[in-house]
């Protein structure tokens, strides 16, 4: 049984006793316990279900390399799947679910997958099964494979994550990721020359393994030098340390992101809980240790079965043996330290066996000292299967697992060598070097990720660039660290001499398969990733089916995907393929290292982004009355505009019916402050407009207006809006909406790129100004009366002030600038107000409008009554494939001008083929409304047997005012066939009868809006 | 004129920093040839400053010349000189290529103070916030999370930020979140 021990254990604190359940029992451990450690202490080997055949599956490791103890963490609002058990601090309360089982964790059905049909589950599986018949996939094997496969749960979609998010952006000369002994050093020698340096590590406390595997650094043991460097470390301000901060990705120029996990070991205890740092370090040293490998033999995935060191880690840090009675399979030295470290905590050490005829070196011999039966060239056949290691197989290494001696023991230790975690040094394309000696890929400082100028911007440190023995590690993280200094613009220091004691190790040997000629039932129950319930059989399938490339072997099997991404099972796998393949390991290379490192959170991605500041939202400065006087708002780009104003117990249909008829009988308001006000000005101003309207713009005569089109250099209609000559060298232009920003960047960038020694600046000025429309026949009784008021103003008759005119002046005693200008077809004025007295503006207007029957109205009702006029929107009658050709606008397009912005484009052949559908009126015969965005169909049928499409609805409405469905569309030769009725079939069955007429129902004149 | 009122009626909170809108400002966009003689004049004599170097601001008895790109300048003067300040650019300029706008309706004010200041806005702009690098006369065009914005420290320590109008509420809910109480990243404070 796995148990806490009596004394180990340097990194709990046995006073503060802790309180936690798993799958609903109540469980204890202490403060400074991982619920990985805290579940063994509690004989809680049996942490979950296997992805696919549903094995019982126990810790295989005590760090972010974990592949099986994921659990469903927290309750309610804070639960969140996958989390791992070995990288999740005990706090009290803490509840954790086991996952991936049904209906039990003890008692899985699932299970029967792995007896009875692991077979028929090979590499490959569901592509070769669940191809035919077609629709079965749908509807009978997919729902299938959903139930039994999947991690975690997803979380209850109608709640909220609880917790807060943010980023913080932070800029220094040295990243040094990893607070282990090589970090430590790398930052300490950094940091002496001068750089500001940033230290993150992902763990709680500092220090990595290097304690828990002992040896002395300039005379102190591990844990006192750590204590002390980073005690001097700290005391420097040029250095700022982070725990619980895991380096997560590195990215172009010198960008990494970390992730800070602020709160998960005591939840809600206020504040963000997770931060995302951004940050622009000029070098990055990657200080991030190495992974120990898996032994492949079958049942190694038995719980009980565990890497050598991670049981190591579970004695020394936190007092706690995975079992009692334990065997240690290794092929190189490293593994001995268990054996000793478990001898020295009382546990019984049962065998050692060592792959390696010639055994191991000083440590071998420590361990024999003391008493422990060494077995060299030997291996583990076989451990029983079960929910625990019971048995234990015992064979020759070279040979086919035959002639086995079965001892009985309840826990595994095993060690396949070590591979740097070289995650970070390749996700900006940091290449690898194959280390024979070692069988690890390590990286190859020749050929670095590099920056902008083409020099390397990261360097390794200690285990993370090849190297395992202490004293290597410090000289290799003190010549980092002085690199990256130097790199950084430092000056050049020559890195100091760490001392260090060691022990002398016999080389490793590479073990790929136990025993090396493993027959194929050893073989079929022979793990690489847990994971994913990866077997040896199954890539050595892939690679007979012709999988040679590694990525491809990788999507094939699911080797090394899922949220551990194979930090346990690349390099076995990839050895078996190219053992397989009879290639060398180096030629079939590794499958690439994507950020992040390990999983972050949705939350710390999208930052503070929730709820109020989840997106800007743009308020005119009218919104607050808007909102308090009925205002249904319509996004428009980031703006919010009022759709319509309801009154109590009014639909919106009702409400935009009423501001309908009261803008066309009355008077309305209109909040129009989001119209685009481009001011542009210069001696080639005229010139510029000329080039970028379709129509003349440079004629305009001071205190007029015009009503220009835009086109793109494709001769696509673009945008729209009335431009007013305000002075010899200065327009302003008024865009859309949602043009106001995108057609002032279309302007900078012809000045800036084309026209580059023309002389015009543009401003854009659309927030200065509020604009508020005033529409309606009692438009101009409202305006004199406010200038009544006011003892004056400006003269706003149809003589002073004709349409299309502007004129600056004061009405009601603001500072006012008035456009005559109408998009309904009424009299029409377009008053702009300093943005900060738009409100009292409005309120003015609405106070005097009383009498003359004011209501504002909202964009629904602009919309119909500028469709009743047969004005186009930007939007609806254009797409972005239309012409102004096309809306019947030929008049707006100059011919006298030489050149302008989609001129030549609109001269190509299909610009100018009579067969465009072009733009006419549209009037149901039924008086109904015709759906939005409904084709009409011809004669015959298209290559797909679907009826030929001879025009569509670009804006359909109710009109109050003339009580009928109104509509405008675009027509294959429509102008040619006014009076003929088109089929508008309808996505609810219904045929819609619509006859062709001109696109002007109201006042066909225009004598409405001059008077 | 008293119907003027700023976005926020200038809202405040107190957290890790001090956020506070701080009403209309008088500002002016200024766009030019940044070298002539004459436009350096027009800036001294409508602020009383010199024309800044690339991102940074300089303060004059009657305001202050931000750099904005380099042929654009954000002229800060009192609200209400701001029209009599645009007719005399536009003096002063007379025959010299150029354009000023009056652009303080268009604009939200705010000032961030205290010990986790510099935190504060590191969490929401992309800006190195460290003393040696972000020091008093600094100028920053930058962008706050998902909003354009600009900003910059002045002699006492305090960050004046700008930005447009119709973002204001975003603006301020957003710096308020950055400073809450409890999110100190103990970096710069």
């Avoid at chain 1, 996958?82 to 996952?99: H, I, K, M, P, V």
């Avoid at chain 1, 963000?272 to 190495?290: D, E, N, S, Y």
């Avoid at chain 1, 481009?678 to 379709?694: E, Q, R, S």
């Amino acid at each position: 049984m796995s148990t806490r021990l009596a004394k180990q254990g340097r990194l709990i604190d046995r006073s503060k006793k802790i309180e936690f359940s798993f799958n609903g029992k109540k469980l204890k451990g202490f403060a400074g316990d991982t619920l990985a450690s805290a579940l063994l202490a509690n004989d809680q080997m049996l942490v979950g279900r296997s992805f696919k055949y549903h094995r019982p599956r126990g810790l295989v490791a005590a760090g972010s390399e974990e592949p099986n103890a994921l659990v469903g963490l927290g309750v309610g609002d804070r639960f969140e799947p996958n989390q791992r058990a070995t990288t999740t601090e005990l706090f009290s309360g803490l509840a954790a679910q086991s996952q991936n089982h049904w209906p039990s964790l003890e008692y899985d059905v699932g299970e029967l997958n792995s007896k009875f049909f692991s077979r028929f589950l090979t590499a490959g599986f569901y592509y070769k099964m669940f191809i035919h018949p077609r629709p079965f996939w749908k509807h009978v094997y997919e729902p299938f494979i959903r139930q039994s496969a999947g991690l975690g749960k997803a979380p209850d979609k109608e709640l909220k994550d609880a917790d807060t998010y943010e980023h913080f952006y932070y800029f220094c000369d040295v990243l040094v990721i990893g607070g282990g002994v090589a970090g430590l050093q790398a930052a300490k020698t950094a940091a002496a020359s001068g750089a500001k340096v940033l230290v993150l590590e992902e763990k709680c406390n500092w220090g990595g393994r290097t304690p828990v595997d002992g040896g002395t650094i300039e005379g102190l043991e591990a844990d006192a030098w750590v204590a002390k460097t980073v005690a001097e470390l700290d005391a420097m301000d040029n250095v700022t340390l982070r725990t619980r901060t895991m380096g997560a990705g590195v990215y172009d120029h010198g960008y990494i992101l970390g992730y800070e996990r602020l709160t998960d070991h005591a939840p809600g205890q206020g504040g963000p809980r997770h931060r995302l740092w951004r940050i622009r370090a000029t070098q990055t040293v990657t200080a991030t240790g190495a992974i120990e490998r898996p032994l492949s033999f079958a049942g190694n995935d038995v719980p009980g079965v565990m890497l050598a060191a991670s049981m190591r880690d579970y004695v020394v840090n936190w007092g706690v043996t995975p079992g009692q009675k334990v065997v240690v399979a290794t092929n190189n030295d490293d593994a001995y330290r268990t054996a000793i470290s478990l001898h020295e905590a009382g546990v019984e050490v049962v065998r050692v066996l060592d792959t390696r005829e010639s055994g191991g070196g000083d440590l071998a011999d420590k361990v024999r000292a003391l008493g422990i039966r060494v077995e060299c060239g030997r291996a583990i056949a076989k451990v029983k299967d079960g929910k625990r290691v019971t048995k234990v197989a015992i064979c020759a290494q070279n040979g086919e697992g035959g002639a086995r001696e079965e001892i009985e023991a309840d826990a595994v230790a095993m060690s396949g060598g070590w591979s740097p975690v070289v995650h970070l040094w390749s996700h900006c394309g940091g290449k690898l070097t194959w280390d024979d000696a070692q069988a690890h890929f390590r990286p190859d400082p020749e050929r670095a990720p590099t920056g902008h100028d083409g020099k390397p911007f990261v360097v390794t440190a200690g285990c993370a660039s090849g190297p395992l023995g202490l004293s290597e590690v410090m000289q290799d993280a003190a010549a980092a660290g002085a690199r990256a200094a130097e790199a950084a613009g430092r000056p050049a220091t020559k890195p100091a001499e760490v001392a260090t004691s060691e022990l002398v190790e016999a080389p490793m040997e590479a073990v790929w398969l136990m025993p090396a000629k493993a027959d194929i039932k050893l073989r079929m129950k022979t793990w690489l990733d847990y994971q994913n319930d990866v077997k040896v059989s199954d890539v050595q399938l892939a690679a007979r089916e012709g999988y040679e490339s590694v990525e491809h072997t990788k999507r094939y099997t699911t080797l090394g995907m899922a949220t551990d991404q194979g930090k346990l099972s690349n390099i076995n796998g990839l050895a078996i393929l190219a053992d397989t393949l009879g290639a060398e390991i180096p030629q079939v290379g590794t499958t690439t290292f994507r950020p992040p490192y390990h999983p972050i959170s949705m939350g710390a991605i999208g930052g503070e982004a929730r709820g109020d500041i989840f997106q800007p939202l743009r308020k005119t400065p009218i919104y607050d009355w808007h909102d308090s006087n009925g205002a249904h708002w319509e996004p428009v780009g980031h703006w919010r505009r009022p759709y319509a104003y309801l009154r109590s117990g009014e639909s919106i249909h009702d409400a935009v019916n009423r501001e309908v008829k009261n803008t066309r009988d009355n008077l309305g308001l209109l909040d129009a402050s989001t119209l685009g006000k481009l001011i542009v000005k210069g001696p080639d101003a005229g010139k510029f407009l000329d080039m970028l309207y379709t129509n003349m713009m440079s004629t305009l005569k001071i205190g007029k207006c015009r009503y220009g089109l835009m086109c793109s250099e494709n001769g696509f209609l673009d945008d729209d809006g009335v431009v007013a000559r305000i002075d010899e060298d200065t327009w302003l232009c008024h865009t859309t909406t949602g043009g106001a920003d995108r057609i002032h960047a279309h302007m900078e960038e012809w000045l800036q790129t084309e026209w580059w020694d023309w002389k015009v600046y543009v401003t854009n000025a659309t927030e200065q100004l509020a604009q508020v429309a005033v529409v309606g026949p009692n438009a101009r009784k409202v305006l004199e009366k406010l200038n009544a008021q006011a003892g004056g103003g400006m003269d706003l008759s149809k003589e002073a002030l004709a349409f299309m005119e502007w004129k600056d002046g004061e009405i009601g005693g603001f500072t006012a600038r008035a456009y005559r200008i109408s998009f309904s077809g009424e009299l029409s004025y377009e008053i702009a107000v300093a943005a900060s007295e738009g409100q009292a503006f409005w309120n003015a207007l609405v106070e005097a409008g009383k009498e003359f029957g004011v209501m504002p109205y909202g964009t629904e009702c602009l919309h119909i009554l500028r469709a009743e006029k047969g004005f186009i929107m930007i939007g609806d009658e254009t797409d972005g494939t239309v012409i102004p050709q096309d809306l019947g606008l030929h008049w707006a397009l100059s011919k006298k001008k030489e050149d302008y912005l989609g001129k030549r484009a609109q001269a190509r052949s299909h610009m100018a083929d009579p067969d465009r559908w072009q733009l006419v009126g549209l009037e149901t015969v039924d008086g109904s409304v015709l759906p939005d965005g409904a084709y009409a169909v011809g004669n015959g049928t298209n290559a797909n047997g679907q009826k030929n499409t001879i025009g569509r609805v670009t804006s359909t409405y109710y009109s109050a005012t003339v009580d009928r469905g109104i509509a405008m569309g675009l027509v294959k030769h429509g102008p040619k066939r006014m009076g003929e009725v088109l089929d508008f079939p309808g996505t609810d069955g219904k045929i819609y009868k619509a006859k062709i007429v001109e696109p002007i129902f109201y006042d066909k004149d225009g004598e409405k809006q001059n008077v | 004129m008293s119907n003027a009122v700023s976005a926020l009626g200038g809202a405040s909170f107190a957290g890790l920093a001090k956020v506070e809108e701080t009403g209309l400002g008088g500002m002016i966009t200024l766009r030019g040839d940044l070298a002539s003689a004459k436009v350096q004049a027009a800036v001294k004599a409508a602020t009383g400053a010199a024309v800044p170097d690339t991102r940074r601001i300089v303060f004059g008895d009657a305001g202050a010349a931000a750099w904005m790109s380099p042929d654009e300048l954000l002229l800060l003067v009192e609200y209400e000189r701001v029209d009599a300040v645009v007719a005399k650019l536009g003096e002063d300029l007379a025959g010299e290529h150029h354009m000023a706008v009056n652009v303080s309706d268009a604009r939200a004010c705010f000032a961030v103070s205290g010990e986790a200041a510099r935190e504060v806005i590191a969490k929401v702009a992309p800006v190195d916030l460290d003393d040696g690098q972000f020091e008093a006369g600094t100028f920053r065009r930058t962008r706050f999370a998902q909003i354009a914005g600009a900003f910059w420290l002045d002699d006492a320590g305090t960050f004046h930020i700008v930005c447009f109008r119709s973002v204001a509420g975003y603006m301020y809910n957003l710096l308020c979140a950055a400073a809450h109480p409890q999110s100190k990243v103990g970096v710069y404070a």
